[in-house]
């Protein structure tokens, strides 16, 4: 096919170069590149490191995605409405947990040894996959909550976001690797729970430190006891690491709320009782549950971590103690918590259900 | 460990000992493939009156050195158990290449209702949870030294 003359022309001669801005290049607030530079440390580049003497601010009027440091333009579309103040979703080991998290992450197809799975008694096989179904089951919850409140998470404060994106992929490890472990040895995915009202407060949050102080420190606390009485009653070394993986994962969650909690309470210290009346909230549900001896979340898992404890059916009695030592430990471990993040009193004001299981408090 | 095809003899407890671990987790790429771990974990074998501290920073084990019971108690936590339990763990990670399904170092901390790891700050003792892979490698490998128990 031939080409045009005109066509031609226009492939051979340079074009006039458009006009530039080029204003960027020499900003009229003078910022000059200056020889300091960053280097990586026995961790590498850190966001600590390249953050290090960077002021964070304690306000925000940023509703673009205008980086934190970057110069603001005129006339930029909003896109979003985040919190303005940094209390309301900042914790100050955001950065180091994001950075944790990276280099922490797992495969639930090749670091789990699932050879070294066997065919169990069908009790404690069922039982494992009925704790497996309601673990899966919870992974929803802890993925989608995260998820809900990334848009309302100011790019002031971006470390939050980072931190709760690599919440989002852990609970999606967490949630893949359970169903895995219930489908490798002929068990299966058991009795969907009743998704009892605990778990679905967090779901219904309607602020970021209410989902925080719910879910990281109260939910995932009891899960992180949860993953390690699993690593506790394991039959199996992929089952051991399974559990001893996803409670690494956890107690980043874990540590992010009660670090945010601590910083809600030392620059917010007017939200004092508000943050009791979250957790009267959420610790009601689970005091019935120990009343009366079944799970809110589902009535069958509380009886397959005793069906695991105890080795089997035949040793009921064993189980239910062990289940109790581990109950008591939770507890306790969720009070020396909210003793860091600045909430001692709450050891009064604790359900009195959940309060039965405190120890004395230390000297 | 091997040096010149002889394997590393250590007494427990003892800064040797724990030093043998240290060299062998540094120079270990599957420890480092783990993640960074950072924590000052303290031992206390107090039957023994013996008391170190193990610095983990980064990719490595960065120091230890015997200690004080009164530093030990400021470490981010401190693993606690008397002589002959440490004996029973050591040694099942010897007999094992690693610590067997009851030996693991979270099994042992359920098992004694004052814990295994012990803390004085609720938030520090979750490091022993959240690094929990990293101490159980930095223990396993403790079956490549020839360890003895003196009397």
Redesign the interface.
Known sequence: MAISPDVLEKLTTEEDLPELDLSWLNPQDGHKVTATRVRP???GLTLDEVEAGREVPEHSINYSLRPRDARGRDNVPRAGMYYPSKSDTWSENSRLLY??AV???WSSATDIPWNTIEPLPDDLERAMCQLCTFLTEVEFIAGDAPGQWLPKINPDYYETKLFLLTQIMDEARHLDVFRKRALANGGGLLSEGQSGPALRSILDAKDFTEMSAIMHVFAEGFV?SLF??G??I????AE?TIY??C??D???H??FG??HLKYVVESQPWRREELHHYLDQVEGPLSLDIQFGTSAATPFFDEAIIILAGGGRKNIDVGVQRLL??RR?QIN?Y??????AGLPERRDRMNVVLKAFLDPP?N | MTQGGVKTRASFPSTEWFEAVRSLVNSDEQYRR???C?AVVGVKVPDRQKYYLLTF???ECSEVKESTEQEVDNADFWLEAPFEKWKELITNVKDNGKAD?HH?L??I???D?Q?FARS????K???F?????SF?YFFDLSSKIETTFPN
Do not use: C
């Open positions: 440390g026995r961790r950075e944790e280099q922490r992450q992180q390690r009485t690593e506790y394991s039959q199996n070394e051991k001893r993986l409670a690494q956890e107690s980043r874990l540590g009660v670090m030592a581990v430990r471990e009070m020396h918590r909210l003793d860091v230390a | 783990i993640g960074t950072d920073e980064a990719f399904l693991t979270n099994t901390d359920l098992e209702p814990g004085r700050d609720g938030y003792r979750d490091l949870y959240r690094f929990n892979q159980q």
